[in-house]
DNA sequence: TTCATTGCAAAGCGTTTGCAGTCAC
DNA sequence: GTGACTGCAAACGCTTTGCAATGAA
């Protein structure tokens, strides 16, 4: 699908979340959404923000921050702690979940394996909870061949 | 095993490790490890602190800080991000790995599945990577019985 | 008009750093 | 005696907050 057509879908689908919640739809959010939408990969508020502002986008990162807040709760955008300090994010409606290999070469290796909702299941099952959500992640290095 | 053989062996490992490394053997290294020991569970750097300043041991942050990254180093002592901000230590010597499911109502229930280290094999063989270590984080809340 | 939202700057908070003084070796 | 380590306080980096100004409804 091209990158358009894709906006208009998550555009629609925030539009429908504004209203649904009593939020105001701000030239703001769609912006930010679009910008989201247009990259791809992983990103953290930092390199979001300036992104707007060398397109000559004038916005706050307070309004970077609060709209991605909204983005999540409709599921328009992921967030992930890979390292300690920072959170990143990436969008989430046109791609299933997934899990993440992160070497040390600074690759991120995407994957998705079915045991983990076999893991959850059973987790439900004997501890009588409901399991929402879940977080995975690999640390690794490229193998030296010749050793 | 009684606490106090607990810490004769992990204070025997941390001398090995400091001797070996060329690193002083300072009381403050050893007062810090014995904490750790004393207790059981998940802390954080603030909780660790206070309850050394309770028993009026003068300790400085910066320290404890920097001692729990050489106790990290040698394996006595294990690092999480449970939530976004800060991290969470647990003794690791006589324990074996485990993950976390996280309970809304802050209960932390610990589990271990062989199928983590199935999907690890695999992704080392298809990638072409060594894994060093994985992070597996549940998060969940008590099911409602009459529902 | 009204009040949710914005931009800005300041504050928060866990962690790291710089540095003079201390103490393990 | 020497330099690794300590305590303290200041700096850091990401995120949140307070507040006056703005603009969507």
Redesign the pocket.
Known sequence: MKKKDEYRIVEKELTRFLQANG???????YAILKEIYCHHGHF???ALYDSMIRKKY??????V???IEILIACGLVRRHHFDE???YYEKSYFDSQHDHLLLDEGEVIEFCDPRIELIKKELEKTNGVEIYRHSLLFYGRKKNNHS
């Open positions: 939020l105001r739809k701000t030239p703001e959010r953290n508020v930092e004038r916005v706050s990162k307070a309004t921050y609060n709209t300090s920072q959170a």
